[in-house]
T-cell receptor
Framework: QKEVEQDPGPLSVPEGAIVSLNCTYSNSAFQYFMWYRQYSRKGPELLMYTYSSGNKEDGRFTAQVDKSSKYISLFIRDSQPSDSATYLCAMSEGGGFKTIFGAGTRLFVKA | GAGVSQSPSNKVTEKGKDVELRCDPISGHTALYWYRQSLGQGLEFLIYFQGNSAPDKSGLPSDRFSAERTGGSVSTLTIQRTQQEDSAVYLC??????????FGPGTRLTVL
């Protein structure tokens, strides 16, 4: 079993839809949770960074962490065609910087 | 300012040859990471360096893989006796402490 599980999709939604992306994990020592966006043939770029449980909002993006369920989510409101990309969740423990990524979910937003 | 750069952008090699991949991190970033991304897959952690601490090599898949970081800046990932399963995009990232990792464009390695 992988430490971080993420449905690879693809996920196709119409423009303006609310998108929900999720990851589950097995390592209870994870304390830092990130979401990265990766466009084709580019390196990933950070979208959201949260510590421990709770919600964090940034514009159209909301990240949620539920440590009791070992489950994290990224919500995208009013999705746009420019949001079409692969979204990767990532996590690390408190002690070191080693970061474990999910497989990534490929999202298509249709105009 | 300059971001993370990697060279070469593409590398085609024959099975059994050694390859070196280079990463120039953002100036002043203390942490440097190497990842491998196979077609349609997420990022597989390989190794990270943080300041003067011993690197965390726990993700290196075999002893054919090694990496070094000279002077706390440039890093080289070396793959000896390459195999076809080593074909992937190798991504380097750097960060200032634990915060956001900034990624380079990657090196696409093809082993024939």
């Amino acid at each position: 079993q992988k430490e971080v599980e993420q449905d690879p999709g693809p996920l196709s939604v119409p423009e303006g839809a609310i998108v929900s992306l999720n990851c589950t994990y097995s390592n209870s020592a994870f304390q830092y949770f990130m979401w990265y966006r990766q466009y084709s043939r580019k390196g990933p770029e950070l979208l959201m960074y949260t510590y421990s449980s709770g919600n964090k909002e940034d514009g159209r993006f909301t990240a949620q962490v539920d440590k009791s369920s070992k489950y994290i989510s990224l919500f995208i409101r009013d999705s746009q065609p420019s949001d079409s990309a692969t979204y990767l969740c990532a996590m690390s423990e408190g002690g070191g910087f080693k970061t474990i990524f999910g497989a990534g979910t490929r999202l298509f937003v249709k105009a | 300012g300059a971001g993370v750069s990697q060279s070469p952008s593409n590398k085609v090699t024959e099975k059994g040859k050694d390859v070196e991949l280079r990463c120039d991190p953002i100036s002043g970033h203390t942490a440097l990471y190497w990842y491998r991304q196979s077609l349609g897959q997420g990022l597989e952690f390989l190794i990270y360096f943080q300041g003067n601490s011993a690197p965390d090599k726990s993700g290196l898949p075999s002893d054919r893989f090694s990496a070094e970081r000279t002077g706390g800046s440039v890093s080289t990932l070396t793959i000896q006796r390459t195999q076809q399963e080593d074909s992937a995009v190798y991504l380097c990232a750097s960060s200032l402490g634990r915060q956001e990792q900034f990624f380079g464009p990657g090196t696409r390695l093809t082993v024939l």
